[in-house]
Each structure stands twice: as structure tokens, then as C-alpha cells.
């Protein structure tokens, strides 16, 4: 079985441009999720869906980052503009429900560097 | 506020040194509790999921324990190849599937 997959593996941006990154879950995973991952910490939730529908945003700076999921398969995460503080690895993950639990696969992430 | 530290924040073991990984959580209704292993460089690979106190789990080497207020793994007769860093994290009920992380710990194992 695929796993998830992210493009691209790396990026190198200046402050205030731009960015966009691309997710594709494990096929039949309903939920899918991005999580930002800074340099010695866990990784912190930006925003899940469930299908195509956002379920929860409440941690995205939703001045600069926006997220799409259309069709309720692939997604895209953008930054725009970008900050110093946006240098992290962006992983997305996607879920399905199994009886009881949803255990979250991740993909290999998207390492941003914000110059 | 849920929340999840993990100590310690790096461990060095001989080979076949055993050791224990402690996570601590406090959570407003745990639905499960998680651990995941993550290469540099890659995204973090499923281990285990815990549910209940007292409930365990064992793969290869690493077995998982759970109490009402942390989490073990247990790292018996380590090989270079466990070195990673190990991150725990915590799902509640009335949060959906979003996961809070611990910061992880970091393992290195010498040959």
C-alpha cells in the first residue's frame, strides 16, 4: 500500500514570498491533516479535514497560510507571504477510522527554509 | 491545557543497554495515546497506540506501558539501528484526531 505522498521535499524561499506545498493521503483516507514540525520540537497542528470540509483551523495563522482540500483527496498548504519563523518541516498525515481508533500515518514532510 | 513532555531529551546507550523513554500527559478525557518513531529526514512512523492504564504493547525490542498520568518505552537490548527520536503524543475526546506532541526524545545507540 502507498503511503502518503509530499512535494516538494525541500524548499528555499525569501521572507515575503511565497509558497505552496502538495499532499496526497493513503487512498480511502477520509481525514487528512498538516502539521508544522520546528527544528527540536514536536510536531503542532495547522489544520484537519474530514473529506473536503475543514473539521479544525483553530492553530493556523490564517493571515498568511491557507489550505485547501478540493475533491476530498489531495491537498494544498500555501504560505504568503512567508516569515523567518515559517523555516520548519511541514508534514501532512491522513487517517481512517478503525473501529475505535484513527491512527494517523504521516507523510516524509516538506522542509522549508525561509531566508 | 492538554499537554505532553517527554524526558529525557536525548539518551546515549551501549549496545544492549537497556533503558526506559518516559512521556507525561495530562488530558482532558484521553482517547489514546500514541508513539512514533522519526528518522532524520522523514516524516514520523506509526509504533503504537495505548488506550487504557495498565494496557501494553510489544515490537521487536520496544514495549509500551500506560498509566492514568505517563507512558513508558521500554528499550530492551538496544542495536544501532533503534537510534532515532521517539515521539509520544495524546488524542482527547473533545479535541477530534488532532494529536499534541511531546517534544520528543532523542536516541543514540553506540555499536
Known amino acids: 500500500e502507498a503511503g502518503v505522498a509530499q512535494s516538494p521535499r525541500y524548499k528555499i524561499i525569501e521572507k515575503r514570498q511565497s509558497v505552496a506545498f502538495w499532499c496526497n493521503p493513503i487512498s480511502g483516507h477520509a481525514t487528512l491533516y498538516w502539521y508544522q514540525q520546528i527544528l527540536g520540537q514536536g510536531p503542532k497542528l495547522l489544520i484537519q479535514?474530514?473529506?473536503?470540509?475543514?473539521?479544525?483551523d483553530s492553530q493556523l495563522p490564517k493571515d498568511r497560510f491557507s489550505a485547501e482540500r478540493l475533491k476530498g483527496v489531495d491537498s494544498t498548504l500555501k504560505i504568503q507571504p512567508a516569515k523567518l519563523e515559517d523555516s520548519a518541516v511541514y508534514l501532512c498525515?491522513?487517517?481512517?477510522?478503525?473501529?475505535?481508533?484513527?491512527?494517523?500515518?504521516f507523510g516524509p514532510g516538506t522542509r522549508l527554509l525561509v531566508l | 491545557e492538554d499537554q505532553v513532555t517527554q524526558s529525557p531529551e536525548a539518551l546515549r546507550l551501549q549496545e544492549g543497554e537497556s533503558s526506559s523513554l518516559n512521556c507525561s500527559y495530562t488530558?482532558?478525557?484521553?482517547?489514546?495515546l500514541f508513539w512514533y518513531r522519526q528518522d532524520p529526514g522523514k516524516g514520523p512512523e506509526f509504533l503504537f497506540t495505548?488506550?487504557?492504564a495498565g494496557e501494553e504493547k510489544e515490537k521487536e525490542r520496544l514495549k509500551a506501558t500506560l498509566t492514568k498520568k505517563e507512558s513508558f518505552l521500554h528499550i530492551t537490548a538496544p542495536k544501532p539501528e533503534d537510534s532515532a527520536t521517539y515521539l509520544c503524543?495524546?488524542?482527547?475526546?473533545?479535541?477530534?484526531?488532532?494529536?499534541?506532541f511531546g517534544q520528543g526524545t532523542e536516541l543514540s545507540v553506540k555499536p
Open positions: 503524543a495524546v488524542q482527547a475526546y473533545n479535541q477530534g484526531g488532532k494529536l499534541i
Open positions: 498525515a491522513s487517517s481512517f477510522l478503525d473501529r475505535v481508533m484513527e491512527t494517523q500515518y
Open positions: 488530558v482532558s478525557g484521553l482517547r489514546g
Open positions: 495505548l488506550y487504557s
Open positions: 479535514f474530514q473529506n473536503n470540509g475543514v473539521v479544525d
